[in-house]
């Protein structure tokens, strides 16, 4: 069965920090793009971050960028979403995918990606 299984979420406090990790089962994400998203209560699903498969370029949304810093860990078929000076507005339930459209990381488009985990709860208090 394929599927991804993202981990490490948590309850930190504003300034703080957190390692998300995303992997697979069932597929290697070496040959797929692959991107974080995250849905607050009451929002819709935006996209935070994307690594390529193709060169490995990253795109960030703009209420991230200098903050989370995306990167594969290849060893253990994971990629990773460092989250760092995190903000109440940061709360949300966090899920990975991969981009089955493209290699290349140039938009946020949902449709693009599949294999959706269950997502992990990030909370940031104030």
């Known amino acids: 069965e394929v599927q991804v299984a993202e981990s490490g979420g948590g309850l930190v406090q504003a300034g703080g920090s957190l390692r998300l990790s995303c992997a697979p089962s069932?597929?290697?994400?070496?040959?797929?793009?692959i991107g974080w998203f995250r849905k607050a209560p009451g929002k819709e699903r935006e996209g935070v971050s994307c690594?390529?498969?193709?060169?490995?370029?990253?795109i960030y949304a703009d209420a991230v960028q200098g903050r989370f810093t995306i990167s594969r860990d290849r060893a253990k078929n994971a990629v990773i979403l460092q989250m760092s000076s995190l903000k109440p507005d940061d709360t949300a339930v966090y899920y990975c995918?991969?981009?089955?459209?493209?290699?290349?990381?140039?938009?946020?488009?949902?449709?693009?990606?599949?294999?959706w985990g269950q997502g992990t709860q990030v909370t940031v208090s104030s």
């Open positions: 690594i390529s498969a193709s060169d490995g370029s990253t």
């Open positions: 069932g597929f290697s994400f070496d040959d797929y793009a």
């Open positions: 995918a991969a981009n089955l459209m493209r290699r290349r990381c140039t938009s946020f488009l949902g449709y693009e990606y599949a294999y």
